[in-house]
């Protein structure tokens, strides 16, 4: 059976296209599914427009994509991360409804976390899925226990944050890793992953501010010695007090 995206019985204009040839200036044309052509110069162009966004989800997704160059993989694979991180935001929107604090307190979290995963390295879907659900359990937690403590979020989250991923179809391996970091992001273990920590750190930056605990210098100190340990982690905190 021949994909649907690829029978031009299905094509909408835009889906044959002529690019200049940035090494002569001659038109090449394009098919959307064309990873690269070659233009009569000899110069090899590739597919400026191509979109594997349905590999994501069609059973044969994988061999579709298994003949790209290692960079438009890269891409691919850059691109359906973020596109998965935008959906669990808005799934942590959607949850919220019109609790516009609790929302800001997560996108400030995840603000944080990505600062410090581009320098100190690590998933970007693990540390940006736990900082958007890191406090999913706290609704929940306030209707059952009449409370919202550390604990109580910290037994009810992963459930719910379980639940919104598998709906979102992310790997087992990752959601059982964002569950474990949410069900005691408030509680480190003696030994920590980078993950956890990452989240830890930013979640803290976001407290600190909040709690406008940087404009104590004695007290910003103490937590930036018990807290944080990457180096950017750190700085960060050190920054809150500079420029407040």
């Not at 997704?61 to 438009?72: A, N, Q, T, V």
């Not at 390295?121 to 999913?136: C, K, Q, S, T």
């Amino acid at each position: 059976m021949k994909c649907p995206g690829q029978d031009p019985l299905f094509w909408k204009p835009g889906d044959v296209f002529e690019i200049p040839c940035p090494r002569c200036g001659y038109g090449v044309e394009f098919l959307k599914y064309d990873v690269k052509r070659r233009c009569r110069c000899g110069h090899e162009i590739v597919n400026p427009k191509i979109d594997f966004g349905c590999a994501e989800w069609c059973p044969y997704g994988d061999s579709c994509i298994e003949g790209l160059p290692e960079e438009m993989k890269a891409r691919q694979k850059e691109e359906k991360n973020n596109r998965l991180r935008e959906r669990i935001a808005q799934e942590m929107k959607r949850y919220f409804g019109n609790d516009q604090k609790r929302i800001n307190h997560a996108l400030k979290v995840a603000q944080y976390a990505e600062t410090i995963l581009k320098i100190e390295g690590g998933n970007p879907v693990v540390v940006l899925g736990a900082a958007y659900l890191h406090d999913i359990g706290i609704k929940k937690a306030e209707e059952k226990y009449g409370s919202a403590s550390s604990e109580d979020q910290e037994k009810i989250g992963p459930e719910i944050a379980r639940e919104i991923l598998t709906r979102l179809n992310v790997q087992r391996g990752i959601v059982d890793e964002i569950c474990d970091i949410i069900g005691h992001h408030h509680h480190p273990r003696e030994r920590e992953t980078l993950h956890f920590q990452i989240l830890y750190e930013a979640d803290w930056l976001v407290n600190i501010e909040e709690d406008k605990l940087h404009q104590k210098t004695d007290k910003l100190e103490e937590i930036i010695n018990s807290v944080f340990r990457t180096p950017t982690g750190k700085r960060l905190a050190r920054e809150l007090y500079v420029h407040h």
